[in-house]
């Protein structure tokens, strides 16, 4: 089984839909992080959070929100979905020193 | 300016040349760097990791760095055109430690 897993792997959704990402990881790791990732930009963070208690904005927060409902699961919400967060978006997790990347999600808001 | 730097590339080098990637970091308290390969639509994969200043050798892989300079490298020997792929320069630590991955050069290794 994977380390690291993504729910779902494809979404297509509509403007102003709610919807949720959810990322499972079987590592034990406190560290986990969203990320999205565009042509020619490169990964971005999202959130980021280092225990149950601990949650960050990164550097494009905006319009998305998190929930660290245990150490093993980090779900990624976007409240009202708009077409510019077509994206893939990948969660991760870390010990502090290596880091492990889920499969991805391919989000597409039409 | 961003917090880590990288050339988008691409870069082309021929079936076993060496192949450099470099890049730079703004957080002068930065800890840890890594190297992640990304093959087109794909996750990323962690592939080197460096802490100290100086060279790390794993295989065909040599990460170098230099903290004073904010600067990271990664040397690829032998270059196959299995190494195609985007290569994702990462630094973590500073005032936050959150991870933080630069835009990504693109390798073409030609054969």
């Known amino acids: 089984d994977a380390d690291v897993t993504q729910t779902p792997r494809n979404r297509i959704t509509k403007t102003g839909k709610r919807i949720m990402l959810e990322c499972s990881q079987t590592k034990g790791h406190d560290r986990m992080y969203w990320y999205r990732q565009d042509p020619g930009l490169g990964l971005r963070l999202i959130y980021y959070s280092f225990d149950v208690k601990d949650i960050n904005k990164g550097e494009i927060s905006d319009g998305y929100s998190v929930s660290r409902q245990a150490q093993a699961k980090f779900s990624l919400s976007l409240e009202s979905a708009i077409p510019n967060q077509t994206a893939l978006y990948f969660c991760?997790?870390?010990?502090?020193?290596?880091?492990?990347f889920g499969p991805g999600t391919r989000l597409t808001v039409t | 300016q961003k917090e880590v730097e990288q050339n988008s590339g691409p870069l082309s080098v021929p079936e076993g040349a060496i192949a450099s990637l470099n890049c730079t970091y703004s957080?002068?308290?930065?800890?840890?760097f890594f190297w992640y390969r990304q093959y087109s639509g794909k996750s990323p994969e962690l592939i080197m990791f460096i802490y100290s200043n100086g060279d790390k050798e794993d295989g065909r892989f040599t990460a170098q760095l230099n903290k004073a300079s904010q600067y990271v490298s990664l040397l690829i020997r032998d270059s196959q055109p299995s190494d195609s792929a985007t290569y994702l320069c990462?630094?973590?630590?500073?005032?936050?430690?959150?991870?933080?991955f630069g835009t990504g050069t693109l390798l073409a290794v030609q054969p």
């Open positions: 957080d002068r308290g930065s800890q840890s």
């Open positions: 990462a630094v973590t630590g500073g005032a936050t430690n959150k991870l933080i």
């Open positions: 991760a997790t870390s010990d502090g020193t290596r880091g492990y």
